[in-house]
């Protein structure tokens, strides 16, 4: 064993999904020597926990309502973040082995934290076929995705990158300097090999952009005014609708808090849109956008 997932998984089958709620979990992972991948995934373990995250889990196995755990995954996480000032990414690992362990979701991809001399994540100009170029977005979960929602998943060590689909297409290239990549394709479909070449493209999303000027958050929600904000260098915003708030922006994704911390809302940029997803302290959720206003 060597993944966290695997660790939990192995844990349930000797113990029962019971185990879940023990307090010495997180020292059993270490028995199993697993959980390398991810950074304080004991912190976060013991965070679960104590909010009160696995009991409701374990409740909704034993009422055998699996939907509805998946269904409030990414509650549990955009809360536990929030108030525990964990990273995102990692919370979000971590309930996704819990939801592996229990039969849930698909196999989860670590956070990638391999030291390497070049940063690939964020937006790039994706030369994936000849003469076809499309926006591909590197996350820092160990996936991309392009414009036209095709997954990827991506390697990195030292100056070379590999950008793949399982048993489909591998694009094996190299840094030629912080802000190009070039390689080799090869389809693993139709046995061929082209060249291929990326350029970082500006986002939305960057930290200069969004400093300039003010936004609007779009409301897809009738009883919902839209919300114009200028964000400050200090994480901090100002509302005309809620006044103060926060915000964050980590791995492409913008979190922005509001309301007096009543609403969330998390944005990605695709397609040089910037759309999101919006949940409040009741649990209600809604699709919005942040546009540039002036």
Request: aromatic fraction near 12%.
């Amino acid at each position: 064993m060597e993944y966290l997932y695997e660790g939990l998984t192995k844990v349930i089958e000797d113990k029962g999904v019971s185990v879940l709620c023990d307090k010495y979990l997180a020292n059993m992972m270490a028995d199993y020597q697993v959980g390398k991948e991810i950074p304080a995934y004991d912190v976060i373990l013991k965070q679960i926990q104590s909010h009160g995250y696995m009991t409701e889990i374990l409740e909704y196995c034993n009422r055998k309502e699996s939907n509805v755990i998946i269904s409030k995954l990414q509650f549990y996480v955009s809360t536990l973040s929030t108030d525990s000032s964990l990273k995102h990414s990692s919370v979000n690992y971590v309930f996704d082995c819990i939801a592996y362990s229990l039969g849930l979701v698909n196999k989860p991809i670590a956070p990638i934290i391999k030291r390497c001399k070049f940063n690939p994540l964020g937006h790039w100009k994706f030369n994936f076929s000849p003469n076809k170029t499309q926006l591909l977005i590197i996350r820092a979960d160990g996936t991309a995705v392009s414009e036209s929602r095709t997954k990827y998943h991506w390697e990195i060590s030292d100056d070379e990158i590999k950008i793949f689909i399982p048993n489909t297409v591998s694009y094996d290239g190299w840094f030629v300097d912080v802000d190009t990549i070039e390689g080799n394709a090869i389809s693993l479909v139709y046995n061929r090999t082209w060249r291929w070449h990326a350029k970082r493209s500006e986002d939305a999303l960057s930290l200069n952009n969004l400093l300039k000027g003010q936004w609007i958050i779009v409301n897809n929600q009738v009883d919902l005014e839209d919300n114009i904000l200028t964000f400050n260098n200090n994480r901090t915003l100002y509302s005309e609708l809620y006044h103060k708030g926060n915000w964050m922006l980590e791995d492409g994704i913008l979190t922005v808090i509001t309301a007096n911390t009543y609403i969330r809302y998390e944005f990605q940029c695709t397609k040089n849109r910037i759309e999101g997803v919006a949940i409040n302290k009741a649990g209600i959720t809604w699709r919005c956008e942040l546009n540039k206003l002036k």
